[in-house]
């Protein structure tokens, strides 16, 4: 199938460009505008106590006022708010309610703090907006207003709250993606020019990728658009990655072997189609166990996790179908001149560390083995102190944005919940009015929970047949503390809930309360159905039973040794409180399925060196030789790519960057160079069982090795096989 493919593209190579370069346009061209949500209770579904919540109170109480914007106001020289100074927030209110900004449906004053120094402005919006665009747009409006209506006074203000929220973290991505964008260009480029010395070869995948990725941004925002799914800005970042590591990635892929069928002595035509046909395989099945394991991500219950999936997986759907069409196209169209100036293409160079290292393999498999797996497990001990974060907002933009000085001056100023309280509501089975004689032993009972600072009755409906209990928590919301705390106010309120109603608990920590059990719900869902489907093509790639056993051990290892080093770095090291609650989701499916990439090159090239002749061990040695500078260039750019969004400068872009970029590294440099083909060494011709994958049809002679530049291990001829 792959020789059929390559010998289409090379024949037709202009026909092959113009239709990506037609396709490019249709789909920038008529695309829709991939939406954001910033707003974490969309991400959950409607089965979740929270969201229960959030339906009753839209039902119950619709005028309800609820906060999208918060107006934080102290003095300028710091000390105690005047009467005049009380009086200037109250017209500052007034006038901005005049002002009837889009999506504002109501400003009032807020309370002052308890010691004075602070007071606010609450401004409701409306509620079928939350977390969209439109109301980062208003926060945008408000901000610029309330700073020119205090201008004249003796107060400062900041503007916080989630719609000010969203319109920082909008600021921060776009920042981040451009930090991402060119730190990305950066690193591939020099990279490939120190490989290759051919400026040609280092623009090339820029160029062709910056095509595949117009077209897999317009694809993936018709897939949202048309399966309902809910999109988060980070995400834009994180596709500017894969598109660009993993295309990366397949390109070195196949140049390596166009390179090396030319060295052979193929014509240039002939020598892109063989290269397609020989490593097609490998790249088609590398891509599959990624496009699989991010599939898989539809079965989360988390609407951010369940768009991302099917984002990435077309993602690098598009990228697969470049690798094997557009760059040998444009490639063999260029002819050998890709390489200009650089004339080392026509020499084998003897790759001595490489030659060394597959000795070292080679000649002593089980110490290597166990030196590198002891590596890896004493790496996965700092998994034992993973904890997770919840806070979205915060982790999606540095601590130094308005909205996020607002929110760490209110838990000062204020009681820590105050800025996000509790709801709990009461509501009577039966539609009739509640009994108010019990309120004030239920208002009590929630009081005295642990860890609630006060509670209240907030108001009824209409027909009082639902009461809103106002819980205030002692801890800001998205704190480990504050969601252990709303699980102890939902167990009172579900226990003493007076006969004939029924009581839900809703507010921003019952909202990360929830998100805490999706995500443990995801780990023995996604990370299983994951790993089962990558084995299926590794068994299909190799035709063993045995071997995918222990590549995908081998690759949960390099999880565990990844969320270690993370856990180690930046709760132990940087100090923070701890990891983004999806980091593990999304890093055991980039570590797993992308570092599953080089496990299965190097595994098929191992298995073509055993087919020429060679028994286990010195297949593996050979393999690692040959093998090893693909995988170490490619597995070097991915890591390096990954860890550029470190620059971002958000808690949650920078977790992940170090953490993919070092799972990466694991995977190419101790999993795929050591851990894997020592133990194939190992396991012998039983890794291949029941089939016999690895063995040589005819024996075949094996030259004695020879000095110089010229060939000292081929066994090959003129179609000889090599990654």
Do not use: C
């Amino acid at each position: 199938m792959f020789r059929r493919i390559g010998n289409v593209v090379v024949r037709h190579p202009v026909w092959t460009i113009v239709a990506w370069l037609i396709a490019a346009v249709a789909i920038v061209a008529t695309a829709p505008s991939l939406p954001s949500n910033s707003d974490e209770s969309s991400f959950l579904p409607k089965s979740y106590e929270s969201i229960k919540a959030a339906d009753i109170q839209a039902k119950a109480f619709p005028a309800a006022f609820t906060p999208s914007a918060i107006a934080l106001y102290q003095r300028t020289d710091g000390g105690k708010l005047t009467a005049a100074d009380k009086k200037d927030v109250e017209r500052i209110s007034s006038e901005l309610g005049e002002k009837k900004i889009d999506q504002v449906q109501k400003v009032v004053p807020g309370q002052p703090s308890s010691d004075g120094r602070y007071t606010m402005t609450l401004v409701q919006m409306d509620s079928k907006n939350a977390g969209q665009p439109v109301q980062a747009d208003a926060a945008k409006v408000l901000r610029d207003d309330v700073k020119q209506l205090v201008k004249g006074t003796n107060l400062e203000v900041k503007l916080g709250g989630s719609a000010a929220q969203a319109l920082d973290q909008q600021d921060s991505s776009k920042r981040g993606e451009a930090l991402i964008g060119i730190g990305t260009f950066v690193i591939i480029l020099v990279t490939l020019l120190i490989i290759f010395r051919a400026p040609i070869l280092a623009f090339l995948p820029l160029i062709t990728i910056g095509l595949v990725s117009a077209i897999a941004n317009g694809l993936i925002a018709y897939a949202t658009k048309l399966f309902g799914l809910q999109a988060n800005s980070s995400i834009s970042s994180i596709l500017i990655v894969v598109l660009f590591g993993v295309g990366t990635d397949y390109f070195l892929f196949l140049m390596f072997r166009y390179r090396e069928r030319l060295r052979l002595g193929d014509e240039p035509k002939q020598a892109m189609v063989n290269a397609v046909d020989r490593v097609g395989e490998a790249i088609a099945s590398a891509a599959g166990a990624v496009i699989i394991a991010f599939f898989a991500l539809v079965l989360s219950t988390l609407g951010f996790l369940k768009q991302m999936g099917p984002a990435l997986a077309i993602a690098v759907t598009v990228t697969l179908i470049a690798g094997l069409t557009l760059i040998p196209a444009v490639v063999s169209l260029i002819g050998p001149k890709v390489f200009w100036p650089s004339k080392s293409w026509q020499r084998e160079p003897e790759n001595a560390r490489f030659a060394a290292l597959g000795r070292g393999v080679q000649n002593r498999p089980a110490l290597t083995a166990a030196l590198s797996g002891l590596v890896l497990v004493v790496l996965s001990l700092g998994t034992l102190g993973f904890n997770a974060t919840f806070d979205l907002a915060a982790g999606s933009m540095p601590k130094t944005k308005e909205s996020m000085v607002v929110q760490d001056e209110m838990q000062k100023a204020y009681s820590a919940g105050a800025a996000a309280p509790t709801d709990v509501y009461l509501s009577s089975t039966d539609g009739k009015a509640i009994d108010t004689t019990v309120f004030d032993a239920y208002v009590k009972k929630l009081a005295a929970v642990d860890g609630v600072a006060n509670a209240r009755l907030a108001q009824l409906n209409k027909d009082g047949s639902t009461i809103d209990f106002n819980v205030t928590l002692k801890y800001e919301a998205s704190t480990d503390k504050a969601i252990e705390t709303v699980g102890r106010v939902r167990e009172v309120a579900h226990a003493d809930a007076p006969p004939g109603t029924e009581a839900v608990v809703g507010g921003m920590s019952s909202i990360y309360k929830d998100i805490d059990t999706a995500v443990t719900h995801d780990y023995k869902t996604v990370f299983p159905v994951a790993a089962l489907l990558i084995m299926l093509i590794l068994g299909l790639l190799l035709r063993s039973v045995v071997a995918p056993w222990y590549l995908i051990a081998s690759v949960g290892l390099g999880f565990g040794a990844t969320l270690g080093a993370t856990v180690w770095i930046f709760q132990g090291a940087v100090g923070h409180s701890g990891l983004m609650f999806m980091l593990p989701v999304i890093m055991y499916l980039f570590v797993v399925a992308i570092g599953t990439d080089y496990n299965i090159l190097m595994i098929a090239r191992l298995r073509e060196e055993a087919r020429e002749g060679r028994e286990p061990r010195e297949a593996a040695g050979m393999a690692l030789r040959h093998a090893g500078p693909t995988v170490a260039a490619a597995g070097f750019i991915l890591a390096a790519t990954f860890a550029t969004m470190m620059l971002a400068g958000n808690a949650l872009l920078t977790e992940m960057g170090f953490a993919v970029s070092f799972g990466i590294a694991v995977a190419a440099f101790v999993m795929a160079m050591f851990f894997t083909p020592s133990l194939t060494a190992l396991i012998g011709h039983a890794a291949w069982w029941p089939g016999h994958a690895d063995r040589a049809k005819e024996p075949t002679a094996i030259p004695a090795p020879v000095s110089g530049g010229e060939r000292d291990t081929l066994a090959h001829d003129s179609a000889g096989r090599r990654s």
